[in-house]
């Protein structure tokens, strides 16, 4: 059985770009969708970004015209490329997989990556 390993994460100034990647060995070949979410302290896990198996994504309205995910599926690796970061985006960030795009069907999960973005 395979495994999600997130890594990229770090510290990083207001303004700052990150790129997440994830290793999603056999999960990226079989699952139909793949996803990012964060946890900051104190609040619930929440989708940052999707992408299915015919390459299309969704976004939350936070991150919008400021984050990108992308899939390279010869090398199963899952990436979020991260622009722009604001304090807010402070987070561990985690990839996951799942049979849908809905929230309640990724099944796999990683065990995240901290970003964290300082003034």
């Known amino acids: 059985q395979g495994q999600l390993a997130e890594s990229g994460g770090g510290s990083v100034q207001a303004g700052g770009s990150l790129r997440l990647s994830c290793a999603a060995s056999?999960?990226?070949?079989?699952?139909?969708?793949m996803g990012w979410f964060r946890q900051a302290p104190g609040k619930e896990r929440e989708a940052v970004a999707t992408?299915?198996?015919?390459?299309?994504?969704t976004y939350a309205d936070a991150v919008k015209g400021r984050f990108t995910i992308s899939k390279d599926v010869a090398e199963s690796i899952l990436y979020l490329q991260m622009n722009s970061l604001k304090l807010e985006d402070t987070a561990m960030y985690y990839c996951?997989?799942?049979?849908?795009?809905?929230?309640?069907?990724?099944?796999?999960w990683g065990q995240g990556t901290q970003v964290t973005v300082s003034a």
């Open positions: 056999a999960y990226m070949r079989s699952a139909w969708c």
């Open positions: 996951a997989s799942g049979w849908s795009c809905e929230y309640s069907h990724f099944n796999h």
């Open positions: 992408i299915n198996d015919h390459g299309i994504t």
